[in-house]
């Protein structure tokens, strides 16, 4: 094949218009490529080495599950969205227009995560923490606010694509770490990003050493969300830097604290090559714990078997499944995304199959602004059929672990699309929601 990647880094990349070019060289489909270079005006995409040796199977592009995990499709776009780039193509000025116009209808800020996560020290931001739960604050380093590839469905999207006021990122370790030591309540820290792990060791040492360091004994877990392992697992075998992070991820726990490696993993296949199963062992050689989470997504995921055998194979690698995601609204969410209905029945018939350990995994789960919402179930009450809700985390602590219900639908995907069974409901919905739907009605008529 030809080569358009970005030669000489440790992670060669394909992006920007090189794209075309590789699915022209691999598919021999010049409509596919076309495609390919329509989308990508508008959303970012970015592929690794690794995902285009060992992850897409090209025989089956472009309905190969990780080809439509990582690659532009013409889908992704409102067709006359896809039309109105299409025709701008070739125009800068038309083009850029156009491309702002259309990412102007796709929602780049789900849940308020900028605005109402951020806290506050005496007037101040802390910028790059988000203390949402009294446990878990989320570290949001400077340098690891990318990935090794791009996931198609990321609601990080809007930050990929370079809209600075839409970053949320640190100013370095020193206010995070001066932060951390006013509160004793905090016993997660969750780097994150993007992916804390395309940092060089050397960037990342200053996070781990401070938070290893005096004022911080709080801190009984650091995590680490990353999905390395499947976009550049050689970041933890064979990658010139790979021998330095393994020693700063072993002080970790030689200083008696939990590493939690947060692995996202989106299908089974993800799991299968032998440098990733590598760096799984390298992982837990330096005594790391390991857990996995997804969103269930059309194209990619949303079938149980693809869940119950991505589950087995954790099991297999010592992984903990963790959760089960629901897409959230935004971004390319009217190609990814599924009724919550359809979410729950994947997760149900997935998680039927596996022994008591492989049933670790929690969901279907909505990461909102209120808290982490999962769909136990369908309930058929006295005055309707219901969703029945539970908070496994939330702002407000007293919800967490109360059951409570939403009015059935079975077309609504996300949670701003509920509404309250009954009165009783309604205070586990945000303030000025909809009123409340079955119960009531069914009294009042
Ligand atoms: C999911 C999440 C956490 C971590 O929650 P756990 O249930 O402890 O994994 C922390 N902060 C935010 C904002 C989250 O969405
Ligand atoms: S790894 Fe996470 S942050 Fe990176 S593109 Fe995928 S979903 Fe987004």
Redesign the pocket.
């Known amino acids: 094949m030809t080569t358009h990647e970005q030669g000489g880094s440790a992670t060669r990349t394909v992006s920007g218009r090189r794209l075309a070019a590789l699915v022209r060289d691999r598919c021999a489909d010049e409509q596919l490529a076309h495609d390919v270079e329509v989308v990508r005006q508008v959303l970012p995409f970015k592929v690794s080495r690794h995902v285009i040796d060992q992850l897409v199977d090209w025989k089956s592009a472009p309905d190969d599950p990780l080809y439509r995990l990582l690659f532009p499709h013409r889908d992704m776009l409102d067709p006359k969205h896809f039309r109105a780039i299409e025709r701008a193509l070739g125009d800068p000025v038309a083009l850029r227009s156009a491309v702002a116009s259309v990412r102007g209808t796709l929602n780049p800020h789900p849940g308020e995560q900028l605005t109402r996560n951020i806290p506050h020290e005496d007037g101040d931001e802390v910028s790059g923490v988000q203390h949402k739960y009294a446990q878990t604050a989320l570290v949001f380093p400077r340098h690891g606010q ?6 198609a ?5 809007a930050q ?1 694509v370079g809209h600075p006021e839409l970053r949320i990122a640190d100013e370095g370790p020193r206010q995070v770490i001066a932060y951390l030591r006013r509160h004793p309540e905090v016993s997660d820290v969750l780097l ?4 804390p792990l395309v940092m060089r060791s050397e960037l990342l040492e200053p996070y781990i050493d401070a938070l290893l360091g005096p004022g911080l004994e709080h801190i009984s877990t650091l995590r680490i ?3 390395a392992l ?2 550049h697992p050689a970041r933890l075998v064979n990658d010139p830097d790979a021998a330095r992070l393994l020693r700063l991820l072993e002080s970790v726990t030689a200083a008696g604290r939990q590493l939690a490696v947060m692995l ?1 993993v989106s299908h089974p296949r993800e799991l299968e090559p032998a440098v990733t199963r590598q760096a799984v062992a390298a992982l837990r050689a330096v005594g790391a714990q390991l857990w996995a989470q997804a ?1 269930v997504v059309r194209h990619v995921n949303d079938d149980p078997t693809v869940w119950a055998d991505a589950w087995h194979a954790q099991l297999m690698l010592g992984i903990h499944p963790y959760y089960l995601f629901v897409e959230r609204d935004t971004g390319a969410q009217r190609y990814f995304g599924l009724p919550l209905q359809r979410a729950y029945e994947i997760y149900r018939d997935a998680v039927v199959r596996m022994s008591g350990l492989g049933r670790t995994a929690r969901g279907p789960v909505m990461s909102t602004t209120e808290g982490k919402v999962t769909v136990d179930g369908v309930a058929e009450l006295p005055g309707g059929r219901a969703f029945a809700l539970r908070y496994l985390q939330a702002r407000v602590p007293d919800v967490v672990g109360r059951p409570f219900y939403a009015v059935w639908d079975p077309a609504a995907q996300w949670w701003s699309e509920l509404v309250p069974f009954s009165r009783h409901d309604r205070g586990f919905f945000p303030p000025g929601a909809r009123g409340a739907g079955g119960a009531d009605r069914a009294a009042a008529r």
């Open positions: 990318t990935c090794h590839a791009y996931c469905y990321c609601f990080r999207w990929f994150t990003g993007g992916d969300g990353t999905k499947s976009f996202h969103p």
